[in-house]
């Protein structure tokens, strides 16, 4: 059976001047993560906030008391080096550390014959390396990555190397309120099909009329930004996605 149905709603869309507060009333609404992005203005064309700002509303939040529980900090970290700032999000207050494959790979490719500088790290160093400070693993891909990229590392035998949740993006990462990508379903369908028990996040574009193509695709993790920050009664919204991706498994 498909993992449980997570709501982590996108704290971009939510207002930056009453951050921690946000945070703590949209879990008093029933969402289970709070879906954290971190744009460098490199990676992505626009920029957020560091790990000082996470620091600041951590404290707003209970931390979660079991892995993926309720007050998850997943951080959706679109960055161009996914592995400097690992250590900084982990004392932030950061669970769960979700670097895109595109970033990895590019830095890997910048690997010099000396060896590996402390940058430069292959998808599944970065993995076991963010386990190893006691975090979550996530792997986003990006629109035009295809999903087989995912399989070596999903299908790696040694587990620490594993990532615990993967990420399909379903806009181009870098604004909130984009238009959903429904072509980026058979990414999901794939990878429920191979990996039945595999958290699978979406994001971008996700709410009430196109949580359900989402839903049968078989993705469990449903990040929205505008659809909840924006609604009048968010509360609302975050049980209608729950219930469709329950419907389901
Ligand atoms: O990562 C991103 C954008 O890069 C997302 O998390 C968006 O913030 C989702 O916003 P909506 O599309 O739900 O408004």
């Known amino acids: 059976m498909a993992p449980p149905a997570i709501i982590a709603p996108s704290i971009l869309s939510a207002d930056f001047g ?39 509303i951590r404290p707003h939040v209970d931390r979660p008391k079991e892995a993926f529980g309720k007050g998850t900090f997943d951080c959706h970290m679109m960055i161009a080096e996914p592995k400097k700032w690992v250590k900084d999000f982990k004392k932030a207050g950061c669970d769960l550390y979700c670097f895109h494959y595109e970033a990895a790979i590019s830095s890997t490719a910048a690997e010099t014959p000396e060896g590996h500088s402390d ?83 979406v994001d971008g574009g996700l709410g009430e009329k196109t949580i359900d193509t989402a839903a049968d695709a078989g993705a469990n993790v449903i990040v929205a930004g505008s659809a909840v920050f924006g609604a009048k009664d968010p509360s609302h919204v975050i049980k209608l996605l729950r219930e469709a991706v329950e419907k389901r498994r």
């Open 18 to 56: 009453a951050l921690g507060k946000a945070c703590s009333d949209t879990i008093g609404q029933g969402a289970d993560w709070l879906h954290v992005d971190i744009m460098d203005g490199h990676f992505v064309p626009n920029m957020t906030f560091g790990a000082p700002v996470v620091t600041m």
């Open 119 to 201: 940058q430069e790290t292959s998808p599944k160093e970065l993995i076991k390396y963010i386990h190893d400070q006691g975090l979550r693993a996530g792997i986003a891909i990006k629109p035009k990555t295809p999903v087989d990229v995912l399989y070596e590392i999903l299908d790696n035998p040694n587990k620490e190397e594993v990532p615990d949740m993967a990420l399909v993006m379903t806009v181009e990462p870098g604004f909130g309120g984009q238009k959903f990508m429904p072509d980026m379903m058979p990414k999901v369908e794939a990878l429920r099909k191979r990996y039945p028990e595999l958290n699978i996040e």
